[in-house]
């Protein structure tokens, strides 16, 4: 008897050992978009100028616009579904505040390698075609959204100078209907920079970016 309590101890033992292997395996099995963990930017740090291409094949820095009171950063792409929902919104956005100080800054940190449709000559198309007003910027080598901390597309990082400095302020979703422009009832980033036009405190300094995974060379 004590024997077989010991066999059926060790039978349940190997089903549960089996188990936890299959889940594991499950997990990693191929199919399954690389993530890469990427710290970036919280709000108050320094964030670093780039030199990256833009689409009419010149290369653009923060340090070129020397009016500019700050930045709306958003990194976006082509293909993504969440990117195009909100491509009228962020051209919307550079057109109220470029003017005023802030104008929008557009980067594609997709590898093309991964996701074709975020090519370049597909960016110059894009931009034609939806009428972008704002630079948009290859990020050649994926180097600059790992130093944001950016993990989706699109996803905001506001900037503001002070002394000479690029401070962020604000990190997230450019509002909380991805959807419907109609329905939104929270304009994250446009409430963020009217704050800052006001010197106001803003209310809401981080939210949760709603998108794609950017598309990292594997």
Do not use: W
């Amino acid at each position: 008897m004590k024997n077989f309590k010991i066999l059926i101890t060790a039978f349940i033992v190997g089903i549960g050992l089996l188990s936890f292997t299959t889940m594991n395996h499950d997990d990693t099995k191929p199919g399954k978009e690389k993530t890469t963990s990427i710290k970036g930017y919280e709000v108050g740090d320094e964030a670093t100028d780039f030199k990256l291409k833009n689409i009419d094949g010149k290369m653009v820095s923060l340090s070129d616009f020397k009016s500019a009171k700050g930045f709306i950063v958003v990194f976006t792409c082509n293909h993504c579904p969440y990117a195009k929902k909100y491509e009228e919104r962020i051209v919307e956005l550079d057109k109220k505040y470029k003017s005023q100080g802030y104008p929008v800054i557009a980067i594609n940190p997709n590898d093309p390698s991964v996701q074709p449709e975020d090519g370049y000559k597909q960016m110059i198309e894009r931009a034609k075609e939806k009428g972008f007003t704002f630079p948009y910027l290859v990020d050649e080598g994926q180097k600059i959204f790992p130093q944001y901390g950016a993990t989706k597309t699109p996803h905001v990082f506001l900037l503001q100078k002070e002394n000479g400095k690029n401070i962020v302020k604000y990190i997230g979703a450019i509002d909380n209907n991805y959807e419907n422009p109609n329905d939104v009832s929270e304009y994250y980033v446009q409430d963020a920079v009217n704050a800052l036009i006001k010197n106001e405190q803003i209310k809401m300094t981080k939210t949760v970016a709603i998108g794609c995974t950017v598309k990292v060379k594997k």
